[in-house]
């Protein structure tokens, strides 16, 4: 089939969704998403939204955090654009139908803290704050009438001059961008977008590693699209590990344990159930998260155990279970009981930093193609995303990006000489279990060779075996028909290229980036 729209939205997390509803009083609104509407990080998001609001607080502090956390690298500017349009954009969520939690006054935002903020700025609902955001944000779009919200729709690549068989490569001027293909898993046919505008929102990448907080889902499209048509891309080795996941090795995607529950008084404890972080940092459990992470991991491997502590249990049953129900809830189904039990955790996977670089208007360096959320990268985070600050980017980056879509929509017209999808191939009865299997090593090599500590041989060695999972998997796909877990592992794989080629690039320890040889490089000096 070929569709015409105005506006063509790629995922439907806090991202797609608050810009198809600012865009949709000016043209025709098409929302893919690849599974249900609902599902992406976005509806896992606990701990909330950072925004300035009162006295108590300022901009200035809230930017000097985020500088900080980003380890120097951040682009200023962008820190203090978002920073300062919080406000507005929090007061449109709530006139969206979004609620957070109030004080018990009742009269102003009640405001948690986690890592590396210097004051209580975090609005939240419970500790389920995604899950009402996207409840929402989805209950607004389906009441819209120029927004259709296609569920189960794969996009496979972005249409550019590269479709229209001329050759396109990192160095042609004035890519542009002519809509998307995108795969219908109900009828298994490739459908032709053509969009005026394209917004891609496809979200992370957590599935890259073995154990990751991210929704299946989040298996790096955007980024992967944006690589094949010659875009633009930024930052890639800054993956953030949240330092507290729930151990529970079964448990996919690893459930997270928010780091509000530090702000609200709990402390990392190692294995025999003793305080470790006054060895790293002064600001102890609050520190930011790549200094955190990296000391749960050293002192893992000094104990050679799998996992180490959250000691909650100061808090107190009842604020345990009214500000942290579902927290309280799961433990419990595994027989924790956080009132009088230690928590498991461990670091995993989280939130990847980079992404396809963006302006401060959202747009990437293809003409017509913009990326917001966690698809994107803006500078804001720099070399380490502060917490809770990007549901926050979200929300300011997709305003920006509808505001400058608006205006160029009425100067684009439909590139009509885009072919259809080419949909030869054939089907390969033992794809799925070489599909399975494949991107297991894949995961286990990025988790043992280019995770949290690094290393000049760490990552040649996962260079080298990706190398070979590579040839073999583009191999499938040049004869196989396509399917949404081939395309994903096509994704993962060309993710995995770019987060080791990044941090094979970057020739210093700064922020998330960590590896040892850099370490005696600087202390040589
Ligand atoms: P997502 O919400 O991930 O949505 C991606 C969308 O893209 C989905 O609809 C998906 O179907 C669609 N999609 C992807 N690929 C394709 C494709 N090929 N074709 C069609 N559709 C596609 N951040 C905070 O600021 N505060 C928090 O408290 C917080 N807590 C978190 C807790 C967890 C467990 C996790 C995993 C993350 C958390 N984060 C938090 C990070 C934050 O939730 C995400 O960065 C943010 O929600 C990303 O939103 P998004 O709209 O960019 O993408
Ligand atoms: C958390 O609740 O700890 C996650 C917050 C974030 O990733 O920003």
């Known amino acids: 089939m070929r569709y015409e729209v105005d506006f063509l939205i790629i995922g439907s997390g806090i991202a797609g969704l608050s810009f198809a509803l600012k865009v949709a009083p000016y043209g025709k609104v098409c929302i893919l998403s690849k599974g249900e509407a609902s599902e992406g990080s976005t509806r896992y998001a606990q701990g909330g939204i950072a925004a300035v609001l009162y006295d108590s607080d300022s901009f200035d502090k809230h930017i000097q955090d985020t500088l ?78 120029n927004i259709e919200l296609k569920e189960n729709q794969f996009a496979i690549d972005i249409i550019t001059q590269h479709h229209l068989g001329q050759r396109v490569t990192k160095h042609t001027p004035n890519i542009e961008c002519y809509g998307a293909y995108a795969l219908d898993c109900s009828t298994n046919v490739i459908d032709t977008y053509l969009a005026k505008v394209t917004l891609l929102a496809t979200g992370g990448m957590g599935n890259v590693y073995t154990t990751t907080t991210t929704p299946i889902i989040s298996t790096g499209d955007g980024v992967a699209m944006v690589h094949r048509a010659r875009g633009v891309l930024k930052d890639l080795e800054f993956m953030q590990f949240h330092p507290t996941s729930l151990y529970n090795p079964a448990e996919k995607p690893a459930f997270l344990i928010t780091e509000a529950m530090r702000g ?12 470790f972080m006054q060895k790293y940092d002064s600001r102890l459990s609050l520190a930011p998260r790549d200094i955190v992470a990296r000391a749960i991991d050293n002192e893992m491997k000094i104990a050679g155990v799998d996992h180490l502590y959250l000691d909650a249990r100061g808090i107190g049953k009842e604020e345990l279970i009214n500000g942290f129900p579902n927290i309280y809830a799961k433990c419990l189904e595994l027989g924790i009981k956080i009132d009088k039990d230690m928590i498991p955790i461990r670091p995993a996977a989280h939130y990847q930093c980079g992404g396809i670089k963006v302006d401060r208007n959202g747009e990437s360096s293809i003409h017509h193609l913009y990326a917001a959320g966690e698809c994107s990268c803006t500078g804001l985070h720099g070399g380490n995303r502060l917490a809770s600050n990007s549901l ?95 395309c994903e592992l096509r994704n993962l794989i060309a993710c995995a290229y770019l987060i080791i080629k990044f941090a094979r690039a970057r020739r210093e320890n700064v922020g998330l980036h960590y590896s040892i040889d850099l370490l005696k490089e600087q202390s040589n000096h």
């Open 264 to 275: 609200a008084g709990a402390v990392l404890k190692d294995y025999h159930g003793n305080e």
């Open 68 to 145: 900080v956390a980003g380890d120097g690298i951040c682009d200023r500017e962008v820190v203090e654009m978002t920073i300062r349009e919080a406000p507005d954009r929090i007061r449109e969520l709530v006139q969206y139908g979004v609620n957070f939690d109030k004080s018990n006054a009742g009269d102003r935002f009640d405001l948690h803290r986690e890592g590396g903020h210097s004051e209580f700025r975090i609005l939240h609902h419970k500790d389920n704050t995604g899950e009402e955001i996207e409840r929402g944000l989805l209950e607004a779009i389906r009441n819209h009438p």
């Open 392 to 486: 926050l980017e979200a929300v300011v980056y997709a305003h920006n990006a509808a505001q400058s879509a608006i205006e160029q929509v009425k100067t684009i017209d439909f590139c009509h000489q885009v072919p259809d999808w080419n949909a030869d191939g054939m089907v390969l009865n033992e794809e799925m279990v070489l599909i399975t299997q494949t991107k297991r090593e894949l995961q286990e090599l990025m988790w043992n060779y280019v995770g949290i500590v690094r290393s000049d041989l760490r990552l040649q060695r996962a260079f080298d075996r990706l190398n070979l999972i590579y040839r073999e998997t583009e191999d499938l796909y040049n004869r196989s028909v396509l399917t949404e877990e081939l």
